[in-house]
């Protein structure tokens, strides 16, 4: 609060008092009092009021950059009426005594919708869980039973799969932490697994994967995986004609261990590039296709946040387009061709 602020706050009353000095200064004039005692009583008059409001203006500043502070050093502060120092006004108690029952109103809707969001959440883990057994008994008629017509419907059950787990990692994206192991990663191992199990998507869509992944590194498996199909479906979505070519390596930098993911797609136009990491955005190629979500990426970015890797977008419209997963600086172990593990810290 600034001593202007204060100041317009208090106008009328600055006004009423500068009135009511003028008409005793008027009275004591009109009624034969010499101008050195008229001089002197508003003199003192002025000087008491100016020492009232100064007191005032200052007690008031320091309340409320009290109340600042306290707010500042918050982390829920919508609970700033239970920490308010004890006001001396009774205007500032009765704030106050509103602010709390408006802050124990707001605490109660957020239980609700805590409770409301952990049900959902437990129905979709519910869902996903009892959904995932006939996905896989039909996974496993398909494997026995192979043929054309068979090999199509594991395609189009592996594309109901990859749905279900969208809606699990997206159900369980606030909690990763209950979920979440970290371990030596050969990310190899796990690029490998994601192309396997959609080998016959990528036989279908005419597609060449070349891998090149030699380090370990120490994360969660499981969520880099989902991450790594996510960015796979996406290039094989968005191919240009009837082949195309993905190149899945990895590159030892100095802040750590880069996984490039990239293809020789469509690409992304430049005004859409800024945006696809953003919730439920599809862009131009999404609405082309009419088969997006404009969830996957948002997934994989929010993941990558909690997991504490950096992932970088860069593509030109028609050229394809290129995905780094930034692993950050730490151990992690790096395989030569034909040689054994080798440790490196950084």
Same mark, same amino acid.
């Given at each position: ?30 009624? =034969? ?9 508003? =003199? ?42 004890? %006001? ?10 509103? !602010?709390?029952?408006? *802050? ?5 809707r957020i239980h609700v919708i805590e409770k409301e969001k952990k049900e959902y959440q437990e129905f979709i883990e ?11 008994? !039909?996974?496993? !008629?398909?494997?026995n039973h192979k043929d054309e017509i068979t090999r199509r419907i594991w395609i189009q059950n592996q594309k109901i ?12 994206? $606030? ?21 396997? =199990? ?7 869509? =005419?597609?060449?994967?070349? #891998? ?11 969520? !880099? ?7 796979? &479906?996406?290039? #094989? ?27 020789? @797609? ?5 005004? $859409?590039? %800024? ?21 996957? &990426? ?9 997991? @504490? ?8 419209? @028609? ?16 395989? *030569?061709?034909?040689? $054994? ?6």
């Open positions: 609060m600034t001593l202007a602020e204060y100041i317009k706050d208090r106008i009328l009353v600055l006004v009423l008092q500068i009135s009511c000095m003028l008409l005793l200064f008027g009275f004591l004039n009109a009624t =034969g009092y010499p101008s050195d005692f008229c001089v002197l009583i508003g =003199g003192g008059w002025a000087l008491a009021a100016g020492a009232y409001f100064g007191m005032d203006f200052w007690g008031r500043k320091r309340y409320f950059l009290t109340m600042t502070k306290i707010l500042e050093q918050m982390e829920e502060r919508y609970l700033l009426g239970e920490l308010m120092p004890d %006001p001396k006004k009774l205007e500032d108690r009765l704030y106050r005594d509103m !602010i709390r029952f408006s *802050n124990k109103s707001v605490i109660e519910s869902w996903v869980h009892e959904i995932k057994a006939p996905i896989t008994g !039909i996974s496993l !008629i398909c494997e799969e990859n749905y279900v787990d969208m809606a699990l990692y997206y159900a369980r994206a $606030d909690e990763v932490y209950k979920d979440y192991m970290v371990q030596k990663t050969d990310l190899s191992t796990a690029v490998s697994s994601v192309l396997s =199990g959609n080998k016959y998507f990528l036989i279908q869509n =005419g597609v060449e994967a070349e #891998v090149s992944c030699r380090h370990f590194v120490y994360t969660d498996k499981k969520w !880099i995986m989902f991450i790594l199909n996510q960015l796979l &479906l996406n290039s #094989v979505k968005y191919k240009k004609g009837n082949r195309q070519k993905i190149r899945i390596c990895t590159q030892e930098k100095k802040e750590g261990v880069w996984l490039v993911v990239e293809d020789d @797609g469509i690409g992304i136009k430049k005004e $859409d590039l %800024p945006r696809v990491f953003e919730k439920g955005f599809t862009g131009q190629n999404g609405r082309s296709t009419r088969r997006a979500t404009g969830m996957g &990426l948002y997934l994989c970015k929010e993941l990558c946040r909690k997991l @504490g890797i950096e992932i970088c977008i860069f593509s030109e419209e @028609g050229k394809g387009v290129k995905v780094i997963l930034k692993f950050p600086v730490g151990k992690y172990y790096v395989r *030569n061709e034909g040689e $054994d593990v080798h440790e490196k810290t950084r």
